[in-house]
Nanobody, 124 residues
Framework: QVQLVESGGGLVQTGGSLRLSCAASGRAFSTYTIGWFRQAPGKEREFVVAFTRRGTITDYADAVKGRFTISRDNAKNTVYLQMTSLKPEDTAVYYC?????????????????WGQGTQATVSS
């Protein structure tokens, strides 16, 4: 079993940056694909990006491509999401999640463990 805790959210102005962290406890962290999702008020949860257990990075969601960067430190059991050039439409609760699957990793249904989420708010 894996427990995930997100941190690093906050309030920033348009154009600002945030670095989110997803810290995991439990065994065999490196065997999990870790994905980032976000959910804005009144909208469905959407996939942002994932760092697979094979050591690869998926495509980023079009809305964040070129502005967000995922990284992973297995020694620290942590995955990061660096968010730059933030826009008001990036405002959402950001979740990290863990999956043992190698397919359909852009789908939230593939993930078996979820963090509680961290709020990121971008003011205009």
């Amino acid at each position: 079993q894996v427990q995930l805790v997100e941190s690093g959210g906050g309030l920033v102005q348009t154009g600002g940056s945030l670095r989110l962290s997803c810290a995991a406890s439990g065994r065999a962290f490196s065997t999990y694909t870790i994905g980032w999702f976000r959910q804005a008020p009144g909208k469905e949860r959407e996939f942002v990006v994932a760092f697979t257990r094979r050591g690869t990075i998926t495509d980023y969601a079009d809305a964040v491509k070129g502005r967000f960067t995922i990284s992973r430190d297995n020694a620290k059991n942590t995955v990061y999401l660096q968010m730059t050039s933030l826009k008001p439409e990036d405002t959402a609760v950001y979740y990290c999640a863990a999956s043992l699957a190698d397919f359909r990793i852009t789908s939230s249904t593939t993930y078996i463990y979820w963090g509680q989420g961290t709020q990121a708010t971008v003011s205009s």
